[in-house]
């Protein structure tokens, strides 16, 4: 089964990449699409679309390789938050420096109130799947002043 969001984020709802690049929009939209969905298959399936296989994952968390690692994050950090159901709302235009692209993003609770808030920096292969991910959580450290 599709739905409107698989549609959207595969051409046509199908599980196979559209014959053209992708933008880095479409690659991320998929991402956060993946983080927002509990069906395990779909989740697979949007991940397979938005990242490469050996994808690079780099959070507050710990880092890893592989869409596996990436799949574990969603679903122990997002999927499994205690505090019950929220999702990642992305809250920026994408800005995409050629093969880089970064975006802000919020993590919601089910009425809306802000979790946590950050941004994220992608790169991105020729074919336009997200090879690399750096996750910054939380609101930039202001600099000091200066003694």
Same mark, same amino acid.
């Given at each position: 089964m599709t739905t409107d969001d698989d549609q959207h984020l595969t051409g046509g709802g199908t599980a196979t990449? @559209?014959?053209t690049r992708q933008t880095h929009a479409e690659a991320?939209?998929?991402f956060i699409a993946a983080a927002n969905t509990?069906? &395990?298959e779909r989740r697979a399936r949007l991940l397979s679309l938005a990242l490469? &296989?050996?994808?690079?994952?780099? *959070? @507050?968390? *710990?880092r890893g390789v592989g869409r596996g690692v990436v799949e574990d994050f969603i679903t122990e950090v997002v999927q499994g938050y205690a505090a019950g159901r929220c999702r990642m709302v992305r809250t920026t235009a994408v800005d995409s420096p050629h093969e880089w692209a970064r975006f802000g993003w919020r993590f919601e609770s089910a009425d809306g109130a802000t979790v946590l808030s950050g941004t994220d920096v992608v790169h991105l292969t020729a074919a336009g799947d997200i090879d690399e991910i750096v996750v910054f959580a939380g609101v930039l450290p202001a600099l000091a002043p200066e003694a």
């Amino acid at each position: 089964m599709t739905t409107d969001d698989d549609q959207h984020l595969t051409g046509g709802g199908t599980a196979t990449r @559209p014959s053209t690049r992708q933008t880095h929009a479409e690659a991320i939209d998929a991402f956060i699409a993946a983080a927002n969905t509990d069906d &395990p298959e779909r989740r697979a399936r949007l991940l397979s679309l938005a990242l490469a &296989p050996d994808v690079s994952f780099h *959070g @507050p968390l *710990g880092r890893g390789v592989g869409r596996g690692v990436v799949e574990d994050f969603i679903t122990e950090v997002v999927q499994g938050y205690a505090a019950g159901r929220c999702r990642m709302v992305r809250t920026t235009a994408v800005d995409s420096p050629h093969e880089w692209a970064r975006f802000g993003w919020r993590f919601e609770s089910a009425d809306g109130a802000t979790v946590l808030s950050g941004t994220d920096v992608v790169h991105l292969t020729a074919a336009g799947d997200i090879d690399e991910i750096v996750v910054f959580a939380g609101v930039l450290p202001a600099l000091a002043p200066e003694a």
